[in-house]
């Protein structure tokens, strides 16, 4: 693993901002750390990078203790905070080789560097441009090439999609998936869609505690719910689904089902019973695919 970070804790006075957070990420994977406004996401996130102190706890980058040894590790690690803080007047070429000139870099790699960030994040075209002067997009475009110039191991971007279109979203996507190829990259987030177009495994945080962990495909598998969907030629009366699940009206009014169940073919079993018991004719019975945000919603509520 990359990254270790075990029994993390952190306070601000009685707040407990994170609890005993443990979680791992390793190269080539992406791991999406997933959670509410407020959770204890960017606390986490500040404190792997050195930028905060933890109150109790361990973080371990490439083998050593990061906690212990922060400016020893931060040639290791590339960050791009939640406010993507940039010198609005400065230009992009410029803000890029300065920037290079803080992670110590030699002026050749910084050249060479700053060049292939350039053509990485799609910025040739306003490299001479003020910082200022560009889109929330490009701006987000030149925070990660900052978070990449110096080649870290361990690339952590927090909320680094908010604000885009979905033009800029793609982008940024592509650019995160190519990066994480030879990289441990963390993708902080409380966008659910973001998660599951980018992410292999995910770390959900609430409360400053770890509510679960594991795989993309694994979490989806093991949500309590599934939908189903149902359509018939007549109108329908939630009353008589009640105690199959918990049904709603669809996009398409009084003839269209919505019902979120816990076992998928009980269910169906009994939707069929009242079809055929109201006599009704069924245009079409189908069970919607699992995703992340019904999970997201079954662990995350009622903490």
């Known amino acids: 693993m990359s990254l270790q970070v ?37 606390t986490a996130m500040k404190i792997i990078t050195g930028y905060l102190a933890a109150d109790s706890g361990a973080v371990s980058i490439l083998g050593e203790n990061a906690l212990a040894n922060p400016k020893k590790l931060a040639a290791q690690i590339g960050y791009l905070p939640e406010n993507n803080p940039l010198y609005l007047d400065s230009y992009v070429r410029e803000f890029l080789e300065f920037s290079g000139g803080i992670y110590g870099m030699k002026s050749a790699d910084i050249r060479r560097r700053t060049e292939e960030m350039i053509r990485k994040t799609g910025l040739q075209s ?11 997009g490009y701006r987000q475009r030149v925070g990660i090439a900052r978070s990449l110039l110096h080649d870290p191991a361990l690339v952590i971007l927090d909320e680094p999609t908010t604000g885009l279109d979905p033009n800029q979203l793609v982008d940024i996507r592509n650019l995160i998936q190519e990066v994480a190829e030879n990289k441990t990259l963390i ?21 400053g505690k770890i509510r679960s962990a594991g795989s993309l495909a694994d979490l989806k598998s093991a949500a ?27 996009t398409k009014g009084t003839q269209e089902l919505v019902l979120l169940a816990k076992d998928a073919g009980e269910a169906r079993k009994a939707i069929l019973q009242v079809v055929s018991q109201r006599q009704l004719s069924l245009i079409r019975l189908d069970q919607g695919a699992k995703n992340l945000e019904t999970l997201f919603r079954e662990i995350t509520q009622g903490q």
Request: proline fraction near 3%; hydrophobic fraction near 35%.
């Open 6 to 42: 075990s029994q993390l804790s952190k306070r601000y006075g009685a707040q407990k901002a994170l609890d005993e957070v443990s979680f791992s990420a390793s190269p080539g994977r992406i791991l999406g750390f997933l959670g509410p406004n407020g959770a204890g996401k960017s």
């Open 187 to 207: 993708f902080s987030t409380h966008i659910m869609q973001e998660v599951e177009a980018v992410c292999h495994d995910v770390v959900i945080i609430n409360q």
């Open 126 to 136: 306003e490299q001479h441009k003020k910082i200022g002067q560009l889109s929330k």
């Open 224 to 250: 309590t719910q599934v939908t189903l969907l149902l359509e018939t030629e007549q109108s329908l009366d939630l009353s008589w689904f009640e105690g199959i699940g918990v049904p709603s009206f669809g």
